[in-house]
């Protein structure tokens, strides 16, 4: 019923910026946590960031702490990872997803978008 769509993925230089869209259509509720994950090849998908839409909680991984922010806009339904700073180790498939409690577990997500690729040449 919730159906999440990324955006804004692509290739871009090491040291440079990218910033992704989640736009969120159906029902949407106030206290979910939007998260964003990544999957690079023969790896598991990592937690990179979350935010509820409430605002009261965010919460990072270490590795892009400092170069990424997650923000929402709740008029537009929308979930954005601003990338900074950005290195080849940042290349992966990014996915947004929603969860009904504060987590950083994948499983504890229930409605995952089909995935924006970034790709980080050095």
């Known amino acids: 019923q919730v159906h999440l769509a990324e955006s804004g993925g692509g290739l871009v230089q090491a040291g440079g910026s990218l910033r992704l869209s989640c736009a969120a259509s159906?029902?949407?509720?106030?206290?979910?946590?939007m998260g964003w994950f990544r999957q690079a090849p023969g790896k598991e998908r990592e937690f990179v960031a979350a935010i509820r839409w409430t605002g009261d909680y965010i919460e990072y991984a270490d590795s892009v702490k400092g170069r990424f922010t997650i923000s929402r806009d709740n008029t537009k339904a929308t979930v954005y990872l601003q990338m900074s700073s950005l290195k080849p180790e940042d290349t992966a498939a990014y996915y947004c997803a929603v969860s009904r409690k504060l987590s950083k577990a994948p499983d504890d997500y229930v409605h995952w978008g089909q995935g924006t690729q970034v790709t980080v040449s050095s």
């Open positions: 159906g029902r949407t509720v106030s206290n979910d946590v």
